[in-house]
């Protein structure tokens, strides 16, 4: 088991991505926080313990800090200090950039850069002083290409590309390995721009374009971040692992 004992926190793991993640991440031996503000986590949570995992839901808007540190104090309180977090929350308010009003581009930014940033602090010191750490971000490819209608989207995951890089220089000395993931899968996320008729054919034509000429799957997706949180990557930080099915070569 490549996590045995470790407490793993995910953001946005009541469904998608995040809850791939929770699921492999107890299979391989952690103990899980699925975070979320979404209640179906508890199902996420439950499910997870019904297999024999140990695993915990918690309700938390990563745009609040004062619900962040709610959460990690509790977090620690039952599974205790945490050694792995996924920055992994994420929503979408797609329009063209002369037509996008400023809630649609707060409400982005808040949820990747504030919430990413909050849960930063929030762990940071345990790491610190257990000299060993693991912290992923959920990035995507549309922060080195764009995407049309998300320029709010794409302004967000190449800041947390900033702050993958800057955490990773400063917290390499305490052995807290600093990464990202750029994926592309096929989860409710995507669903509104594969379905919006004014992305659909944007969309349609970079897969026909892309090597593998599929969508991924969550659990395929997972298999990047687990490298990302286990002793497997422990000479890798401040890196983008591109778990995409090689659609970044060609867009
Ligand atoms: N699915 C893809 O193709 C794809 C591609 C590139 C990047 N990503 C990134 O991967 C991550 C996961 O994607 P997904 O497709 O599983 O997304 P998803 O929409 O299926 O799940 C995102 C989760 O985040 C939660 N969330 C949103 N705002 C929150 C908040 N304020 N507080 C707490 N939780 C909140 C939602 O409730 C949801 O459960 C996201 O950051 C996304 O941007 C996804």
């Known amino acids: 088991m490549l996590l ?33 503000i979404d209640e179906r986590g508890a199902q996420t949570a439950a499910q997870i313990e019904a297999q024999g995992g140990r695993a915990m839901f918690v309700h938390c808007d990563i ?14 309180s039952k599974l205790g200090p945490i050694d792995i977090l996924v920055n992994n929350a994420g929503n979408i308010q797609p329009a063209m ?9 707060d409400s982005v930014i808040a949820v990747h850069l504030n919430g990413s940033f909050y849960w930063l602090q929030a762990v940071v010191a345990d790491m610190m002083e257990r000299r060993w750490g693991r912290i992923i971000f959920s990035s995507s490819s549309t ?22 890089r800057t955490a ?11 990464n990202a993931v750029a994926p592309a899968a096929t989860t409710d996320m ?4 594969r379905e919006d008729p004014k992305f659909a054919e944007q969309y349609a034509a970079a897969l026909k374009a892309h090597p593998l000429r599929r969508s991924g799957e969550p659990e395929e997706v997972a298999r990047g971040y687990l490298f990302l ?12 692992l591109s778990v995409d099915g090689g659609s970044m070569l060609v867009r």
């Open 4 to 36: 045995k004992d470790k407490v793993a926190v995910v953001t946005g793991a009541a469904q998608g991505i995040g809850r791939a993640l929770v699921e492999r991440f107890s299979a391989e031996g952690a103990r899980v926080a699925v975070v979320d």
């Open 63 to 76: 745009t609040r800090r004062a619900s962040v540190n709610e959460a990690a104090a509790e977090i620690k």
């Open 97 to 105: 950039l002369h037509k996008m009003t400023d809630e649609q581009w």
């Open 143 to 164: 922060a080195q290409n764009g995407s049309i209608g998300q320029i709010n989207y794409a302004a967000a995951k190449s800041g947390m590309l900033g702050m993958v």
């Open 168 to 178: 990773a220089r400063e917290l390499g000395k305490y052995n807290i390995l600093v």
């Open 190 to 193: 995507t669903k509104t721009i």
């Open 229 to 240: 949180a286990s002793d497997l990557s422990s000479f890798v930080t401040g890196q983008v």
